[in-house]
């Protein structure tokens, strides 16, 4: 892909982008409620994120166990009410993202980045 394909989106865009991933991956509202007893599944959720990103045909919780799939689904929720808020950690952020994808697919790439700042030490999707 040459530089010319990508395109920089804000928060604002990112933030539509993520609904439309959670109205086309509806599963991934299935989760449920995430309990104190989820967060040992952290990096879990973070990988099976990155894989979605990485396979976007993905089209379904596959393995994935129910702490995972809450933890998933609270932390879908927890950054779109982050790239909403005027005030939130994303307000001046940007991301460069592939521009001939529908933005579904776009926020995928968002998430990836984000997460692979957050835990650099998990392996950076392709």
Not at 87 to 108: C, D, H, M, Y
């Amino acid at each position: 892909m040459d530089k010319d394909a990508f395109e920089e989106i804000n928060c604002d865009k990112a933030a539509g982008a993520l609904y439309e991933l959670l109205m086309k991956k509806a599963w991934i509202n299935s989760g449920g409620v995430m309990t104190p007893a989820d967060a040992d599944s952290e990096m879990d959720s973070a990988l099976f994120l990155i894989s979605l990103a990485t396979n976007p045909e993905i089209d379904g919780w596959g393995h994935a166990t129910p702490p995972v799939r809450r933890v998933v689904n609270s932390l879908m929720l927890d950054f779109l009410a982050k790239l909403m808020h005027p005030n939130g950690p994303f307000v001046e952020k940007t991301w460069r993202v592939p521009s001939n994808l529908p933005s579904w697919r776009q926020a995928l790439f968002v998430i990836a980045h984000e997460i692979q700042r957050s835990h650099p030490h998990l392996v950076r999707p392709h």
